[in-house]
């Protein structure tokens, strides 16, 4: 079966950096766009980036546009977001997923990760 597995999230102050990886398995990895996804409490869960099942293609909400990059390696079947300039309010679960599609305004994956921590203090 499909899993993906976080890794990567914490604690840290606001201007502060982090890096979430995201290991595949149970698919054919570069066979599939890739992306993250948060949930912050109380809130639904939101599209932060994905990636194009070669990489040449990135995506990125308008949030995080300029302080987030995604990628992938697809030789290690794992996914990346590397987060710079953190704000208070990019605390959230992240989320992995794959599968990861775009149709009537709204991007959805197939197959998720169980999440990981971010928390920015300020």
């Known amino acids: 079966q499909v899993?993906?597995?976080e890794s990567g999230g914490g604690s840290v102050q606001a201007g502060g950096s982090l890096?979430?990886?995201?290991?595949?398995?149970g698919l054919t990895f570069s066979s599939y766009a890739m992306g993250w996804f948060r949930q912050a409490p109380g809130k639904e869960r939101d599209f932060v980036a994905a990636i194009?099942?070669?990489g040449g293609t990135t995506y990125y909400s308008d949030s995080v546009k300029g302080r987030f990059t995604i990628s992938r390696d697809n030789a290690k079947n794992t996914v990346y977001l590397q987060m710079n300039s953190l704000k208070p309010e990019d605390t959230a679960v992240y989320y992995c997923a794959a599968d990861v599609s775009y149709y009537s305004g709204t991007y959805k994956g197939e197959y998720w990760g169980q999440g990981t921590q971010v928390t920015v203090s300020s």
Do not use: D, I, M
């Open 52 to 54: 194009s099942w070669l």
């Open 3 to 5: 899993q993906l597995v």
């Open 19 to 25: 890096r979430l990886s995201c290991a595949a398995s």
